[in-house]
Structure formats: structure tokens, C-alpha cells
């Protein structure tokens, strides 16, 4: 057999040098191709960036790609955004922030502790409660809209109605539920598309007197994206092996404390790829800032819009000085979840 000296240029080329390396060929092949492509991804941001800081004449007369070279740049589209209407975009700034942080943290605790549920405790509800359930609340529902009843009243006599109706013939049902069924049915409210429940939202908010606030924006967000949560915490919950679990109730751990201090640090990875997704979903929602907010609690998309809708056109110079500020948090978050989401799923795997 040739030795490493003996072998051709090809050879050295195409095979690899040692176990667990590259060959250089294959190397070259591999880097430049992540090059391409990494330089597909990045152009976009690049191209905002530097309309960013065009004039008028630089954007209307055409691609221009180099700024001192091809443009000179300018900062008049960031100095008229943050100086001249810096009430209005500071303002839809601190909404999306505070709305996007705290709706992301409720529906990461209320969601996670919910996965575990689903993946550690066996329900079986009847569907015949269920059903009765639903039935009482939509008559409960329709007697405050035909008749005008007070919807505390019709809500707790509709509850009221569903107790005493299951402890009569509850026992009668026996088909039940499963896990399964309730994770299923969880993310199938998330494939229904917001413009179908955004109308009865806008109403209900409407007579809590609650629209254009920023706790009607948060519950809102929390509700529409806590089905993404339960649905990928499920998985890693279901992931993480139980025998730690019985270790620590065997120690005398409550079922919240084993949650808390074993389960939570071993699901890291997914909380933190989890809690990245939805502070974008909320962070880039537009259907329902629409309807529930108009001045006060305006968030950044709200702010884009109006830009397109302006009365000289679509402003792309100072979109992207919009898009380039909404652009930060998220990749500033992405950073600081960047060592958890790294560490991967053998975080959770027993050592022996």
C-alpha cells in the first residue's frame, strides 16, 4: 500500500488524511457552498441595511450597491424616524417590546407546565362532559347577546348548569379522551388562521372596554401562540427519562418541585429554541395589533404600515430604518439563547 508521500495528487486531493477529517477537496467543496449560501442569506439584511441610509434619488435611480463608492450615504431617514417622529416610533418600539417579552414569558411557563402534563399524567375526560360543556357555554353566550344579560351572571349560571348536568348523567358517557386527543385538539387552534377568531376578539375586548391596551395585546398573543408551546415542549418533555423523576419523588420531591428543579434545567435546549420562536411570532404579529390597538398601544408593525399607507408613497428609505431596529431584539435574543439551544438533546440523557 502506498504510503502518504507515495500517493498521487488526486489522491491527496479526495481522500481523507485521517478518521473524523475531511478530505481537502471535499472541505473546499463543503465551505464554499456554506459561502454561497451564507451570502444568499445575508444579502437581504445587507440590502436593508444600506437603503437604510440612501437618499431618495439613490433608491429611485436605481441598484446601488457600495455606499462612498456607488452613493454617498445619508442619515436622514434614521435622524427623521429618531429625531424629528421619535414620540411615535419610541412609543410603537416599547409596545412591541413590552408586549413581545411578557406574552413570550406566559405562555413559556403556562405552555411548559402544561407539556409536562400532558406528557406525565394520563387524562381521560369524558366526552359527553365535553360536549355538555361547550353546549352550556355557547347558550350562556347567546343569552348575553340576544337578551342582553350580564355575561358574569350567564357564564357562572352556564357553569352552574354544566356541574349539576355531569354529576346527573356523567356517568352515563363512556367514551372518553385521551392525551393524544387534547394535544391534537390544542394544535388545531393554532391551524385555524387569527383572521377567522379576530372579529369575536375584537367584540369581546370591546365590551371589557379593554381595546388599545397593552393587556388585551399580551392575552391575546399568550392565548393564540400557547399551542406552539405545548405542542414542541411536549416532545422534549417526553424525551427527558422518567427514572430522574421517580429518583426525586422517591427523595420526598413534590411533583412542582421535580418540575422546577429537575425537569426545567434538563429541558433548557427546547425552551430556549421554544421561547426564540414565539418572541418572533409575537414580536412580527400584524392581524391582531390591527384590530386591538389604534394609538396607545401601537406596536412596531402597526408603525410599517402606516409607513406603506402614507400619502407619498412607500417611504422604502425609512421602512428599512424600521426593519433594521425590529431586526435587533430578536437577533439579541437569538445570542443569548444561542449556548442552550448548542448544548442539544444529550443534555438530557442519563449518565451513568
Not at 113 to 141: D, Q, T
Request: proline share 5%; glycine share 6%.
Amino acid at each position: 500500500m502506498p504510503n502518504l508521500q507515495q500517493r498521487s495528487i488526486l489522491n491527496r486531493l479526495f481522500e481523507a488524511p485521517a478518521i473524523g477529517k475531511m478530505a481537502p477537496g471535499t472541505a473546499l467543496f463543503v465551505y464554499g457552498l456554506l459561502l454561497v449560501w451564507s451570502l444568499v442569506v445575508l444579502f437581504p439584511l445587507y440590502w436593508v441595511l444600506i437603503t437604510s441610509v440612501k437618499s431618495a434619488v439613490d433608491v429611485n435611480s436605481g441598484p446601488v450597491y457600495l455606499p462612498w463608492i456607488d452613493f454617498q450615504p445619508s442619515l436622514h431617514a434614521w435622524r427623521e424616524l429618531l429625531v424629528i417622529d421619535y414620540e411615535d416610533t419610541l412609543r410603537s418600539y416599547i409596545n412591541s417590546i413590552i408586549i413581545a417579552l411578557l406574552s413570550t414569558l406566559l405562555c413559556i411557563i403556562v405552555g411548559s407546565m402544561a407539556a409536562y402534563a400532558l406528557a406525565r399524567i394520563s387524562y381521560k375526560p369524558k366526552f359527553g362532559n365535553i360536549l355538555i360543556f361547550v353546549l352550556a357555554m355557547i347558550a350562556g353566550c347567546y343569552t348575553v347577546w340576544k337578551y342582553g344579560v350580564d355575561w358574569k351572571i350567564s357564564i357562572a349560571v352556564a357553569v352552574a348548569i354544566w356541574f349539576f348536568l355531569v354529576k346527573s348523567i356523567g356517568r352515563y358517557f363512556t367514551r372518553s379522551v385521551g392525551n393524544g386527543d387534547i394535544l391534537f385538539w390544542m394544535i388545531s387552534q393554532r391551524i385555524l388562521p387569527p383572521i377567522v377568531t379576530v372579529v369575536p376578539i375584537y367584540m369581546m375586548f370591546q365590551n371589557l372596554r379593554m381595546l388599545d391596551t397593552h393587556l388585551a395585546l399580551i392575552l391575546t398573543y399568550t392565548v393564540v401562540n400557547l399551542p406552539i408551546v405545548i405542542w414542541l415542549m411536549y416532545d422534549f418533555m417526553n424525551s427527558i427519562p422518567i427514572e430522574l423523576e421517580e429518583s426525586a419523588q422517591l427523595d420526598g420531591a413534590s411533583r412542582f418541585r421535580t418540575f422546577w428543579e429537575i425537569v426545567l434545567p434538563l429541558a433548557k435546549p427546547g425552551l430556549a429554541a421554544t421561547t426564540l420562536l414565539i418572541l418572533i411570532l409575537a414580536w412580527n404579529e400584524y392581524i391582531l395589533a390591527v384590530f386591538l390597538s389604534t394609538s396607545k398601544a401601537q406596536t412596531i408593525p402597526i408603525l410599517v404600515s402606516a409607513m406603506n399607507a402614507g400619502e407619498r408613497g412607500i417611504l422604502w428609505w425609512s421602512m428599512c430604518v424600521v426593519i433594521v431596529i425590529m431586526i435587533i431584539p430578536v437577533v439579541f435574543m437569538a445570542i443569548l439563547l444561542q449556548r442552550f439551544i448548542s448544548k442539544g438533546v444529550l443534555l438530557g440523557a442519563v449518565k451513568g
